[in-house]
T-cell receptor, first 112, second 117 residues
Framework: DAKTTQPNSMESNEEEPVHLPCNHS???????IHWYRQLPSQGPEYVIH???SNVNNRMASLAIAEDRKSSTLILHRATLRDAAVYYC?????????????FGQGTTLQVKP | GAVVSQHPSWVICKSGTSVKIECRSL??????MFWYRQFPKQSLMLMAT?????????EQGVEKDKFLINHASLTLSTLTVTSAHPEDSSFYIC?????????????FGPGTRLTVL
């Protein structure tokens, strides 16, 4: 699986937008960009995923660069409950294994 | 979204004993499930892929005789840590893909914290 690079940590203020970057310069044409987050002492939780176009759901938005070598997860109004580790993962869409390989992720702190 | 449960949520055992952890998909069927291990302050490490009705596929470096995986039904996979030792103390998490909404989403269990004394 292609590798992703994320900042180790980020800080945000409550009720402000947060932009979490992810670099994936070796992405292939069949790789989907997935984002998961993990709250303390819990299993990871799906956030969003996309292939080429920007995506929106009730939790977040995903902005994908035109060359697909980077993407940004956008939380529109951070809350204290959004404090978590956010993982950006590439998933090969042509593979039927389904497995996800986690990197170190970005630890997001949200200040009141 | 789909729900994956794990049992127990935590377990403490003596060194040398075996511990079984269950992973269940509650509202969908999963022919494949995944087992991860996570040490404090570290990321999740994929241990193995559990396949319903066939042998599990282990990642490189994971001892298959140490971590026994059984996927006997479309909703249940079990991980048995045999002859557990303190270094096996970790947070074990399972996941399963749910294809019902074609989103290729993985659903994770809440995790099982194993402490070996």
């Amino acid at each position: 699986d292609a590798k992703t690079t994320q900042p180790n940590s980020m800080e945000s203020n409550e009720e402000e937008p947060v932009h979490l970057p992810c670099n994936h310069s070796t992405i292939s044409g069949t790789d989907y960009i997935h984002w998961y987050r993990q709250l303390p002492s819990q299993g990871p939780e799906y956030v969003i995923h996309g292939l080429t176009s920007n995506v929106n759901n009730r939790m977040a938005s995903l902005a994908i660069a035109e060359d697909r070598k980077s993407s940004t997860l956008i939380l529109h109004r951070a809350t204290l409950r959004d404090a978590a580790v956010y993982y950006c993962i590439l998933r090969d869409g042509s593979s039927n294994t389904g497995k996800l390989i986690f990197g170190q992720g970005t630890t997001l702190q949200v200040k009141p | 979204g789909a729900v994956v449960s794990q049992h127990p949520s935590w377990v403490i055992c003596k060194s040398g004993t075996s511990v079984k952890i269950e992973c269940r998909s509650l509202d969908f069927q999963a022919t494949t499930m995944f087992w991860y291990r996570q040490f404090p302050k570290q990321s999740l490490m994929l241990m193995a892929t559990s396949n319903e009705g066939s042998k599990a596929t282990y990642e490189q470096g994971v001892e298959k005789d140490k971590f026994l995986i059984n996927h006997a039904s479309l909703t249940l996979s079990t991980l048995t840590v045999t002859s557990a030792h303190p270094e096996d103390s970790s947070f074990y998490i399972c996941s399963a893909p749910s294809h019902r909404d074609f989103s290729d989403t993985q659903y994770f269990g809440p995790g099982t914290r194993l402490t070996v004394l």
